[in-house]
């Protein structure tokens, strides 16, 4: 779990990343207390800012649907994959 | 080793993630103390809110058998795989 | 390196874990003092409580010799491989 | 996110890591404040000192386009694959 | 980073890590100050005791060029592949 921040702008980077979103994410508890520190995530379900999501990370971050670069040389290791309506306890 | 604490509702996500149950996960230790923070990890062991779980994480948690989604398109990164019912200490 | 101090009880979990000893380990350094939280682990080398062993993750922990489901469905993400006889430094 | 801030020399290395350029990272948060420990990474961007860049670790750090060892004996776990320009919040 | 402060000798153990040296190593920043726990690494470009060395973990200690076990059996999941000449900031 996560809020999303913001975003970075990065012009020189990795082919595998040009014209994905790279999104600032905060993990939060469920309480959406912020908890660790921030990290850079993929967006393929057009979160906006505010938005608190879903993230994944490792090899699960290059499977995601949205990711239009889903081959041998995708560098990326953290996705937003899906925005959070509620939280039930 | 965690515990159950609620789940969340997210309507908006990539597919793969479209009827699995996503569970709040608190990790616990064996005196059931509640150790770092929430997780979301999806169920595969029909786990209930209270539970004290098993948790896998990375390539592992896309193995789970509950799973009907075992292929190259899963994101899931942490699955339930089992309902822990005694500590033997 | 990680001390053993228990065992989980696990009825309801995924195939791939039926069999399986789940040893409960904590992280230690080599002056023996616990760093970190507990883990659960699955046990190919007959660790007894109080033992001080090495452990693998993530996905070298599926390959343990003595792990009998090391197959595309094995959810371990946790093994001990060797049990410490001494440190030396 | 990070912010490299020197580079080390290695003469005796593993073969997959000659002629890569290790420079030695900080974790940053996007107010530019450290945070976590330092980290060696491959870069291949051509970053220079105080740059902030973008990290990705793991399996993800052995598939950058600038990779020239991207083979099954690149070892490397640690890779810049993008220099940021600017946050935006 | 990290600094090769002793070994473990260990009979009882997987099968792959027969031959292996396995060094302890105490994670260090580029001030060579200590930051967080001890690891158990395999050693795989003669470092002894004392010496600063690059460390890759997870999928990419399986491929270090010295590892004589590079198959599909092999635990190992922290492994030393370069001795540190230098720190250049």
């Known amino acids: 779990?996560?809020?999303?921040?913001?975003?970075?702008?990065?012009?020189?980077?990795?082919?595998?990343l040009v014209g994905k979103k790279l999104m600032i994410v905060r993990p939060i508890d469920s309480d959406q207390k912020e908890i660790r520190f921030e990290q850079i995530a993929s967006d393929t379900v057009n979160a906006g800012i505010g938005d608190n999501?879903?993230?994944?990370?490792?090899?699960?971050?290059?499977?995601?649907?949205?990711?239009?670069?889903r081959d041998a040389a995708d560098v990326n290791d953290c996705t937003i994959v899906g925005i959070i309506d509620r939280f039930d306890k």
Chains 1, 2, 3, 4, 5 share one sequence.
């Open 53 to 69: 999501v879903l993230v994944t990370r490792g090899a699960g971050a290059r499977r995601a649907d949205g990711d239009s670069q």
């Open 1 to 16: 779990m996560a809020r999303v921040i913001g975003s970075v702008v990065s012009t020189q980077k990795d082919p595998s």
